[in-house]
């Protein structure tokens, strides 16, 4: 039964998705909240109208896809942007934060300051991940601890600090609570706990084959391994990850691997 409401939950909101548009999409998620995202490095920007003003979630850089996310923002909405927020400093949830500011936009990494939001701070994908949830839609902005559209990267708090990111969002909200990643669709909790289920087997399976002594050449020819990388492949892209990514991708989680050892 909850299965079906998140799934009936996350069918709506697709089809209230508009068609992309001025090399914008946005997704209506309720009056209060849309998530729009841009062409080019497609992060999820949260929009979120509170009194007297609007909070502005992870702007992403690009001077022409800024002035297209402002018009987007202007024909959503005529309230001024008060806040920014960025769950993480990368500059694809950041670069955007100037072109704000100049418009008054404050930025906050607190929300002390706003009603009906909490923020947790948590240490996986960077040094300081922030979670917002936003109560009054019952969604949590989590960055790139989470992705449907890549492999995971928890490269900043290994193991131990992904599972503890991941254990401090299922602790917000309830079963229907939407959660945002940093890219790709949407999703609900039942997505996030494959996410990490898929995500341990991956460390597990590479820390297997590295103590088989195997090189990365190697492990990359694995079928198991290839497997479980497919997982993460939400979209049926392929090929999913460019050699070099995937590459990149073992030889990051062999360095977790290696910072583990005797902890
Ligand atoms: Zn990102």
Do not use: C
Not at 135 to 150: L, M, P, Q
Not at 153 to 178: C, H, P, R, S
Not at 179 to 195: C, D, Q, R, T, Y
């Amino acid at each position: 039964m909850i299965k079906f409401k998140i799934l009936t939950a996350i069918s709506l909101l697709l089809l209230s998705s508009t068609a992309l548009s001025g090399g914008i999409n946005v997704e209506k998620v309720s009056d209060h909240l849309h998530i729009l995202s841009g062409k080019e490095y497609e992060t999820n920007i949260g929009l979120i109208a509170i009194e007297g003003g609007l909070v502005l979630i992870d702007p992403m850089p690009g001077n022409t896809q800024l002035s297209q996310l402002n018009s987007k923002i202007r024909s959503i909405s005529e309230k001024p942007i008060t806040f920014i927020l960025n769950t993480h400093a990368h500059s694809d949830h950041s670069g955007g934060n100037e072109f704000f500011k100049k418009q008054g936009g404050k930025l906050v990494e607190s929300t002390s300051n706003l009603d009906g939001f909490a923020h947790i701070k948590v240490k996986s994908h960077s040094a300081i991940d922030n979670i917002y949830y936003f109560e009054k839609s019952n969604t949590i902005f989590v960055g790139d601890v989470f992705d449907t559209s890549w492999h995971p990267t928890f490269y900043a708090g290994g193991t131990k600090g992904f599972n503890e990111a991941i254990d401090a969002i299922l602790n917000l909200g309830d079963d229907q609570t939407l959660i945002v990643p940093g890219h790709g669709a949407p999703a609900s909790k039942l997505s996030l706990l494959e996410f990490r289920k898929n995500t341990l087997e991956w460390i597990n399976k590479i820390r297997e084959l590295q103590q088989k002594g195997w090189d990365v050449e190697r492990i990359m020819g694995d079928t198991q391994a290839k497997d479980i990388l497919e997982k993460f492949n939400m979209n049926n892209e392929s090929p999913f990850l460019p050699y070099k990514a995937f590459k990149r991708f073992i030889e990051r989680t062999i360095s977790v691997i290696e910072n583990e050892k005797g902890m």
